[in-house]
């Protein structure tokens, strides 16, 4: 569970997070973090347990193209698909009653998948702590609250559709600032706290000059958290024996 904590950029996400899954806690994951934690302490060359943390990716197709995502950038280096629902069943079943936290996305967008409301509710129903993170762009709403998601990181990059077009290709800034709007309104109307909405700006030199306008937009839309991250380019380039063929990627710094 330490590699999920660099992620957790708030106390108040923190606590969210730590009192959702202490809630979930039963004498077989309990046992299954003291094994785990036992067999890094002791060194031991092999780990006595089950993950605590699990990351799936339930697609890799995207349907935006940003500039320091593989996936956006076609260079993915794999197959791009989306997960059997059957596929991630049978990985919940086995895992489920012992892991902590499921991390369902890695590259690609995950609401992408037919399946995806149903991933989340069979993990949820199994006691597990849920995290997904969206462009959002194409969620249903009534669908994803229903789902009994717990937490959602939504990734707004600009205050303005300007701004937000020059990162995001692809991408509807009105549409986002809309899903939002109506996430916090339905999970009111359900009478839930859930999810928790996560807004993730990634500064960059085009729109850098907009935090002040983030941060007073994230307190107008209800959002529960607000993480500001510094771009980054992508691997690929940071490699690169001639990184100055990516210049159009590298002016974002």
Known sequence: IMMFLPRLATSKSARFVFSSIFKSLTMKRISNVINVSMSLILSSGSVVGMPMLVEMEPTARCNLRCFSCPTGLGRLGRPVGDMKYEDFKKVIDEIGDSVLALVLYLHGEPFLNKNIYKMINYAKRKGVF????????????????????????????????????????????SKVVDNIKSIVKERGRAGSKTPFID??????????????????????LGVDNLVIKKFVPPPFVIQSKNPRKYGKILSFL
């Open 130 to 173: 849920v995290v997904v993170s969206t462009n959002g762009t194409v969620l249903d709403i009534k669908k994803l609250v229903k789902s009994g998601l717990q937490y959602l990181i939504v990734c707004l990059d600009g205050a303005t559709p300007e701004t937000y077009n020059k990162y995001r290709i692809g991408g509807n800034f």
């Open 199 to 220: 807004l993730h700006f990634i500064a960059n030199r085009y729109n850098e000059h907009e935090i002040p306008d983030i941060k007073e937009l994230s307190k107008e």
